[in-house]
């Protein structure tokens, strides 16, 4: 049975989205399919975990890791040993990556078994990272990847010292080939089944924060910062 | 800075464990792996979302999936037209393919930026999927999918008919290459910030589920089921 919701239509204004490619459009609920910058935007700046997949010996990887977006450029970081971030500094043609960041909203229970599904949102994102060497562009993308965590915090901590910064890779990966796939709504159940016995409907998702732990060795002086209230 | 919290060692009992292997060893913090059969399977089952790497025309290829464990078997299903399933139904050789599942339990913010990290548990599975045929099987398959979501649920809907079995892929990746990789604990400060003047500690997530939401069409008469409310 076909979704119904209303599908994520892209604007008469080209550069307010991106260009759907081969890869972009999926073979199913294409209805689902949402390619508005805007739109990719707030579901990659609600997420500060993604999970990055590449090839390593012709086989894949995905690994979770923490992403800033500073416009159209996203960056990941991690240590110089690490395989993903020494491969795309091996090379000057980069490494090619899938980045995709998924927000679940809520558990979608239909009728029938066939129907069950999520609400979610979620973005993919195909490209070739490169290795940032200039050490600017390296400032920003820290501070972003700490920013999309705690926004307020790049601020309120010890910035990184020469050593530190020689101990981290950062790579950075275009939006230039990016979808956003999105289910909102309830269950789409068969009208043969809306009289079974069964409950249907939506559970939805509420995350969230628990109270700020202070560390062990923490001056008892310092208070939550407001930006940790705000979370 | 090494971290400081204990290693999540393997039990002298090789059944207990999964073998690590070239690529399961982490080339970093190898103290947060963790091969213990308990320890994944818990983590896996905490999870009814994967992200499911995949190598496309050479290039890597990450979606979120719903995923289903049965003992030492993962399942995830999709329509017959969807690409990863196709592509693993349509060769004998199978799919390779790397299955990954994260759970983000706290943010973890230190005095220096640097020190900044997640307190998380993550399994990932390298191995090589099969397309399911034998349908009992794949009956398993879908119903451990549904029950991972929202236990209780398969039994409490209506179960596929022939034309919705025929509709779906089932595919499975058995548990042979496999390890966790988890963080607990404080912010792993540098003795020389300790007297820094910021916050430092954590940020535990709580994640939860709001109320259920009835679909437009339900029979008011049908209360909210008791596996919901267990939730």
């Known amino acids: 049975m076909p979704d119904t919701h209303q599908p994520q239509t892209t604007g008469p204004d080209a550069a307010a989205a991106y260009e759907p490619t081969g890869r972009t459009v999926p073979t199913r609920s294409r209805e689902r399919a949402a390619y508005d910058r805007d739109v990719i935007h707030s579901i990659l700046d609600e997420a500060y975990i993604c999970h990055l997949g590449f090839v390593r010996d012709g086989a894949p990887v995905v690994l979770p890791t923490l992403f800033g977006r500073v416009g159209e450029r996203l960056y990941v970081h991690g240590s110089t040993g ?96 990016v979808s956003a796939k999105i289910r909102t709504g309830g269950p789409n159940d068969d009208e043969r089944d809306l009289a079974l016995p069964y409950w249907s409907g939506v559970v939805p998702l509420a995350p969230g924060y628990a109270a700020p732990v202070p560390a062990d060795d923490l001056d008892p002086s310092i208070a939550v910062p407001e930006y940790l209230n705000a979370l």
Chains 1, 2 share one sequence.
């Open 82 to 177: 690490s395989r993903p971030l020494r491969t795309a500094g091996g090379s000057d043609e980069g490494l090619a990556v899938c980045l995709t960041v998924t927000h679940v909203d809520g558990l979608v229970l239909a009728r029938s078994a066939f129907h069950h599904s999520l609400n979610y949102r979620s973005v993919v994102v195909h490209g070739v990272a490169h290795t940032v060497t200039d050490p600017e562009e390296r400032r920003i993308a820290l501070d972003a990847i700490v920013e999309q965590v705690v926004p307020g915090r790049s601020t309120d901590s010890r910035p990184a010292d020469e050593k530190e910064l020689a101990a981290t890779a950062v790579i950075r990966l275009d939006l230039r080939e």
